[in-house]
């Protein structure tokens, strides 16, 4: 079982810089191959913002290309997301989530999540 402990959010003007991070635990090696940040904003359906396997191979939703940046530390067990130039429409609850698989791109495909941080951004 891996537990998956998420922090750093917060509530920050349009424009300004957040960084997340998600603390893994439990049986972390083979079941956090693939680690990502899913989040849902009001009214809106979870949504992969970006995902990055134990080789560092990373994929971003086109919404945050360029803004966001996913890394991990495979030594402190430890995913961050970086996010920069935030926009009103990054408001969310963003959810940490590991699988043993290949990241696929699809968010059903995660078995372990967080509980989520939340993310605000006012103009």
């Known amino acids: 079982q891996v537990q998956l402990v998420e922090s750093g959010g917060g509530s920050v003007q349009a424009g300004g810089s957040l960084r997340l991070s998600c603390s893994a635990s439990?049986?972390?090696?083979?079941?956090?191959?693939?680690m990502g940040w899913v989040r849902q904003g009001p009214g809106k359906e979870r949504e992969e913002v970006a995902s990055?396997?134990?080789?560092?191979?990373?994929t971003y939703a086109d919404s945050v290309k360029g803004r966001f940046t996913v890394s991990r530390d495979n030594i402190k067990n430890t995913l961050y997301l970086q996010m920069n130039r935030l926009e009103i429409e990054d408001i969310g609850m963003y959810y940490c989530?590991?699988?043993?698989?290949?990241?696929?791109?699809?968010?059903?495909?995660?078995?372990?999540w967080g509980q989520g941080t939340q993310v605000t951004v006012s103009s």
């Open positions: 990055i396997d134990r080789d560092g191979d990373t």
């Open positions: 439990g049986y972390t090696y083979s079941s956090t191959y693939c």
């Open positions: 989530a590991a699988d043993s698989r290949p990241c696929l791109w699809v968010e059903s495909q995660y078995d372990y």
